[in-house]
Antibody
Framework: QVQLVQSGTEVKKPGASVKVSCMTS????????ISWVRQAPGQGLEWVGW????????NYAQKVQGRVTMTTDTSTSTAYMELRSLRSDDTAIYYC????????????WGQGTLVTVSS | QSVLTQPPSVSGAPGQRVTISCTGS?????????VHWYQQLPGTAPKLLIS???NRPSGVPDRFSGFKSGTSASLAITGLQADDEADYYC????????????FGTGTKVTVL
């Protein structure tokens, strides 16, 4: 079955960087995109960005533009999200999700990675 | 800030019917973009509930149904059950933003 398994909890200081991984299995990795979504404590879902696993094209939310880079490794069917210059309001659970195509629903989702930014 | 507005909470007794609204604009629903719905049980990742306005993925009970018209969408849950208690989010595409996807503000469903 299709699975997305994310890396573990991260604790970072303000100004640092974090790189979260999303290892996929059960489908042809390059035939789909991967979106990243975050959820701050007690808050709703916020779309962070998307990467096309076939050609590497990306699109990022305005809020993180310039601080985020999404990449993929097709040899290991893994997607990565790096967020730099971390601030306290970046504290959130970060989810990856498979995206069949533009405007198509996200399914399935990874289990989430908690990133805490604190001095 | 989200461009899709949902009521913060709805509640109902077991067996009842509840509906969750999701209000958008001419830049998302009104432009013809689909709505998708997700269920997030406490402490878990979101799960796709309805795709493409009204389609239920395999395994989703037919107690859940989706509808979209104009600049609004809704999710209905009939025969409410205790394990339906969760947060529900709508999602669409918005042509106005530099990014692609937008989520609703989220609705907490409480089973009384």
């Amino acid at each position: 079955q299709v699975q997305l398994v994310q890396s573990g909890t991260e604790v970072k200081k303000p100004g640092a960087s974090v790189k979260v991984s999303c290892m996929t299995s059960g489908y042809t990795f390059s035939s789909y995109g991967i979106s990243w979504v975050r959820q701050a404590p007690g808050q709703g879902l916020e779309w962070v960005g998307w990467i096309n696993a076939y050609n590497g094209n990306t699109n990022y939310a305005q809020k993180v533009q310039g601080r985020v880079t999404m990449t993929t490794d097709t040899s290991t069917s893994t997607a990565y999200m790096e967020l730099r210059s971390l601030r306290s309001d970046d504290t959130a659970i970060y989810y990856c999700a498979r995206v069949p195509g533009a405007m198509i629903a996200f399914d399935p989702w990874g289990q989430g990675t908690l990133v805490t930014v604190s001095s | 800030q989200s461009v899709l507005t949902q009521p913060p909470s709805v509640s109902g007794a077991p067996g009842q019917r509840v509906t969750i609204s999701c209000t958008g604009s001419s830049f998302n629903f009104g432009a013809g973009y689909d709505v998708h719905w997700y269920q997030q049980l406490p402490g878990t990742a979101p799960k796709l509930l309805i795709s493409g306005n009204k389609n239920r993925p395999s395994g989703v009970p037919d107690r859940f149904s989706g509808f979209k018209s104009g600049t609004s969408a809704s999710l209905a849950i009939t025969g409410l059950q205790a394990d339906d208690e969760a947060d529900y989010y709508c999602q669409s595409y918005d042509s106005r933003l530099s990014g692609f996807y937008v989520f609703g503000t989220g609705t907490k469903v409480t089973v009384l």
